[in-house]
Structures are given as structure tokens and as C-alpha cells.
């Protein structure tokens, strides 16, 4: 099975800072990997899907890149409705959705 | 609008059962893979269960391969999860969430099982 990871698991930042967390994956993924964002009771939002790819109607602060194993997530101007725990989820060794074990983003 | 609503959660005893349902709307139901997904009260996420659109393929987490079954009915626009032999460590938000080609893009607002005496 495909072992995802995430770092860093917690980070704080100020407004407006630049924001950026890392996913790995313990074999080649190509790019079949997303990003969500979860507020503190809500469900998970799609963010980033293919790796790179911004859903509709997400800000163009947040983005993504990489390929095979490394991938990288930014915010490049962090903003207070922005705290929530991001997570990377990969679909390229399906059935099984393999998510990382989240990043917890806050305000300092 | 893709809406999913879960419901059938709540309070069950260690052994017991429970039946969830994901009701869908604002997209052809039949034609997408849907998936079972969830989280642990202060955890991650986990992946439980994947059905396909004619629930030709279904697939199971080791954590609850044999105890769990999933099951749609594309007429009614329903996705079901049955819980047999309920542990503690089932105690979770459940989320239904569709697969489309960008992975697991919608998802429901998620319904409460816990499991304790």
C-alpha cells in the first residue's frame, strides 16, 4: 500500500505570510493527488486536484505542484479564513484513497 | 448544485449495527463511483469503502473488510454503508463523498456513529 506523508503537521504564520506544506508518497503517484482544506467541523473541500489543477471558485492564492513522489502546497498570502488542517490524498493506487496525516494551519 | 446528505448515525453498543445512508442529488447518481470516508473524533481521514457506478466493483479498508458492506440503489439515488460488529474504534464522522475524474470532488456534511456501553 502506498504510505503518504505530510510536514510540516502544524505551522503558524502571520497574515499575509507565504504558506507552503509537503506531501510525499512512498511510490511513484504520477500526479494523481489532491489537496483539501477542512474547517474545524465541516466536511473536506477540494482545493487542488491532478497535483496542480485549482478547483473552480478557490482563490488563486492557493496552488500546487510536483510529480512521481514529492508535491508541494502554497498559500502565497495567508489569510484568517484560511485556518483550517490541509490534507494530501492520493488516487493513483486505487481502490484505496490514501490520505496524509494533515497539516494543522494557524494564525500567530 | 451536487448536494450529499448522510444520515443514520448515532449511539450504539460494541457488536451492534447501523445502517447509513448518503442521499444524492444535483448529478447523475448513476454514473459515479462513490466512496465512504471517515474521521476519527481529533484524527485523519480514512478511506472505508469504494462502490462503483453499476456497484460491478466494490472494495473494502482491511479495518472493516467483513464487517462492513456497501451498497447503492441508483433509482432511489442512495448510497448505503451497513456496520455489522461494531467496535469502538469505528467511533467516527462518516462522509459520503463522489468520485469524479478529480478524485473524491464532493462531499457531505458527514453523520456521527459512536460506539460505546
Known amino acids: 500500500d502506498i504510505q503518504m506523508t505530510q510536514s510540516p503537521s502544524s505551522l503558524s504564520a502571520s497574515v499575509g505570510d507565504r504558506v507552503t506544506i509537503t506531501c510525499q508518497a512512498s511510490q511513484d503517484i504520477s500526479n494523481y493527488l489532491n489537496w483539501y482544506q477542512q474547517k474545524p467541523g465541516k466536511a473536506p473541500k477540494l482545493l487542488i486536484y491532478?497535483?496542480?489543477n485549482l478547483e473552480t471558485g478557490v482563490p488563486s492564492r492557493f496552488s500546487g505542484s510536483g510529480s512521481g513522489t514529492d508535491f508541494t502546497f502554497t498559500i502565497s498570502s495567508l489569510q484568517p479564513e484560511d485556518i483550517a488542517t490541509y490534507y494530501c490524498q492520493q488516487y493513483d493506487n486505487l481502490p484505496s484513497f490514501t490520505f496524509g496525516p494533515g497539516t494543522k494551519v494557524d494564525i500567530k | 448544485e451536487v448536494q450529499l446528505v448522510e444520515s443514520g448515525g448515532g449511539l450504539v453498543k460494541p457488536g451492534g449495527s447501523l445502517r447509513l445512508s448518503c442521499a444524492a442529488s444535483?448529478?447523475?447518481?448513476?454514473?459515479?463511483?462513490m466512496n465512504w470516508v471517515r474521521q476519527a473524533p481529533g484524527k485523519g481521514l480514512e478511506w472505508v469503502s469504494s462502490i462503483s457506478s453499476s456497484s460491478s466493483y466494490i472494495y473494502y479498508a482491511d479495518s472493516v473488510k467483513g464487517r462492513f458492506t456497501i451498497s447503492r440503489d441508483n433509482a432511489k439515488n442512495s448510497l448505503y454503508l451497513q456496520m455489522n460488529s461494531l467496535r469502538a474504534e469505528d467511533t467516527a464522522v462518516y462522509y459520503c463523498a463522489r468520485v469524479g475524474s478529480r478524485g473524491q470532488d464532493y462531499w457531505g456534511q458527514g453523520t456521527l456513529v459512536t460506539v460505546s456501553s
Open positions: 444535483g448529478f447523475t447518481f448513476s454514473s459515479y463511483s
Open positions: 491532478d497535483a496542480s
